[in-house]
């Protein structure tokens, strides 16, 4: 009975141990099969600093970084090459893993900017750069069909028309509702 114990107790900790080291081989198990790597890139950062990169590849790119040290932070742009916590479009800024995926629409080429946080004197860092090449679901269900059967586009302008007018319905009733109080006051 002891035995046992012990052997459990041993292999816990192992266990334990093994995610202090860092990232293993079974880290690439939560990546689809789909998907293509197309980089690694490690590197080091120091504390407060930002070190950028330049991604050119069209389609959807998927950026898996992993902390080996310290703790790194992802900021992704397509309207600057240069992105930071003040100017970004897509972040991560988890300790250890961060993820970020590029959409295929993104203006090309892609700014990426990585942080060393402050917290750490140093940090070091391993990217995994990932094309998805599966077509999401999402593109098909932008539009909607007509009475007709014809497949339309919805057009970005009706959705911002819709919230207006909800919002000019919402103001009128909130109006409408004060008035009806401050006459009951005065």
């Known amino acids: 009975m002891m035995r046992s114990c012990s052997a459990l107790v041993v292999v816990l900790l192992l266990s334990q141990a093994r995610g202090f080291l860092g990232p293993s081989e079974e880290d690439d198990d939560d990546v689809p099969e789909e998907w293509t790597l197309l980089h690694v890139v490690q590197g080091h950062i120091g504390a407060g600093n930002y070190s950028y990169l330049r991604l050119n590849h069209d389609g959807r790119i998927i950026l898996h970084m992993q902390s080996l040290k310290g703790d790194a932070d992802l900021y992704v742009s397509d309207k600057t090459l240069r992105p930071s916590f003040d100017t970004y479009k897509l972040q991560s800024v988890t300790c250890g893993h961060d993820v970020v ?8 080429p892609v700014g990426i ?48 028309e819709d919230f207006q007018e909800e919002e000019s319905i919402f103001w009128t009733i909130l109006i409408g509702l004060l008035k009806i109080v401050l006459e009951i006051l005065f």
């Open 101 to 108: 995926m590029v959409p295929g629409d993104f203006a090309r």
């Open 113 to 160: 900017g990585i942080y060393g946080h402050p917290s750490h004197k140093e940090s070091e860092f391993e990217m995994r750069v990932f094309y998805d090449p599966t077509v999401s679901q999402e593109l098909f269900d932008e539009g909607y069909t007509s009475e007709d059967g014809h497949k339309k586009k919805k057009s970005p302008q009706a959705s911002e």
